[in-house]
């Protein structure tokens, strides 16, 4: 077979992949990849995780879809479970991570709206941010490279130096302003953590101005920096709003907009909706993946094999300095900013079949599933190393 009849927007990698456990991922070919992609953050239990195909299985047996015309019990013990865990009162499902940011920017403006101050439309994202491929998502991150070629600009969507809080401070405290969106840790854009006195002073001023905070933690929630979610590293940073995705259905299409009682008061029937957003099997899966990701001895675990890879590739790093600029990102979001192209980097870490993702300002992601053993974390290592070891080969020859 070709690719000839898909759409031609992604530069599609091989081997082909058949077949997956855990972290391993077998070809057509009989080869195994170690892979720390995950889909992009979202196996976050691994491939052909037990418990989620057991509640797949059994969820596919009884009952698919409804839509939301009718009461899906799975959404409700889900919603009430997320609410437990977080700051939010209010949560709807969707199908996607960009869906879960576009419902939060639609609610952001809702608010205003049923507060009397309709004119309350601009929302701020911070630079080097990545939202989604929706038409609202990449306008509200502001991306150049994503919006060039679909037209205008679509008004009420501005994006802020991450670094400049006076120009933060006077858009927050404008008239016009509805909401800010924050990634807690920046996945797509560089793997950067924004600073925690960052997330501190946003929830101040935007208290002080009612402005929403929304924070995206579509990559970086789910226990993929060892808190359940990544904002919960610090006290007092609670959000408004959040958008949450990938590993909260461990690599079934769920996602999720979660919501404080106040800030989800413009959200009234008819306001928004979708035909697939959280369906049975959707929640069969998510509430699984939920239970054993939200366990604190499981987090705490992940934080434990975080720490392991994090010593582990700062002290190869240190062996390889012409490789390796920078370790970045939080828990088991690890970034690496390199010296030589990270394409480059890439396919020499597939020739060592260890899969990583890239990413903004030249780095390699290493996302592995949440829950590998020690000795599969040595193993990333050693493919790691072998990979720098190459690059280091290339560089002097
Ligand atoms: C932070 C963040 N927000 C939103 C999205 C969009 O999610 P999806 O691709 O599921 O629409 C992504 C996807 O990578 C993401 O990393």
């Not at 491939?47 to 195909?53: I, K, S, T, V």
């Not at 994202?125 to 038409?135: I, V």
């Not at 991450?162 to 996945?187: C, F, K, N, W």
């Not at 905070?213 to 579509?218: F, T």
Request: hydrophobic share 45%; proline share 4%; glycine share 10%.
């Amino acid at each position: 077979m070709s690719q000839r009849h898909l759409l031609n927007v992604y530069n599609r990698a091989e081997p082909n992949f058949v077949r997956g456990y855990g972290p391993w991922l077998h070809t057509d070919a009989g080869e195994v990849y170690l892979d720390c992609v995950s889909g992009i953050a979202t196996n976050a239990l691994g491939h052909a995780n037990p418990a989620l195909r057991a509640a797949l299985a059994t969820q596919a047996d009884k009952l698919w879809h409804v839509s939301n015309m009718f009461r899906i019990e799975g959404q409700e013990r889900l919603a009430a479970k997320l609410a437990a865990s977080t700051f939010a009162d209010r949560v709807f499902f969707t199908n996607s991570g960009a869906e879960a940011v576009e419902c939060a920017l639609k609610l952001a403006r809702r608010y205003h709206y049923a507060r009397g101050r309709p004119e309350r439309t601009v929302i701020y994202s911070l630079s080097g941010a990545f939202h989604g491929r929706t038409y609202a998502t990449i306008n509200a991150a502001g991306n150049p490279s994503y919006l060039e070629g679909f037209g205008e600009r679509l008004p009420g969507y501005a994006v802020l130096a991450a670094h400049d809080r006076v120009a933060m401070a006077e858009a927050l405290s404008r008239p016009d302003t509805a909401a800010i969106i924050v990634e807690p840790v920046q996945g797509e854009g560089g793997a950067r953590e924004v600073p925690r006195a960052l997330l501190r002073w946003l929830r101040r001023e935007c208290t002080r101005s009612d402005v929403l905070l929304i924070y995206d933690e579509v990559q970086c929630g789910m226990g993929r920096t060892g808190r359940l979610f990544a904002h919960q590293w610090q006290r007092g940073c609670d959000p408004d709003v959040m958008a949450v995705a990938k590993a909260l259905g461990g690599g079934f299409p769920v996602g999720a907009c979660l919501a404080s009682e106040r800030a989800a008061a413009g959200m009234v029937p008819g306001s928004h909706g979708s035909t697939f957003g959280g369906n049975h099997l959707a929640m069969a899966v998510a509430e699984t993946a939920f239970d054993v990701i939200a366990d604190e001895a499981f987090l705490e675990t992940v934080r434990a094999t975080a720490d392991f890879l994090r010593e582990g590739l700062a002290e190869i790093a240190g062996r390889h300095p012409h490789v390796v600029r920078d370790l970045r990102g939080k828990g088991m979001l690890v970034g690496l900013a390199l010296y030589p192209n990270n394409r480059e980097f890439m396919a020499c870490a597939k020739a060592q079949k260890l899969l990583v993702a890239g990413g903004g300002d030249n780095i390699v992601r290493l996302l592995p599933p949440l829950n590998v053993s020690r000795a599969e974390a040595e193993e990333i290592l050693r493919r790691f190393e072998a990979t720098c070891a190459a690059m280091t080969m290339a560089q002097a020859s």
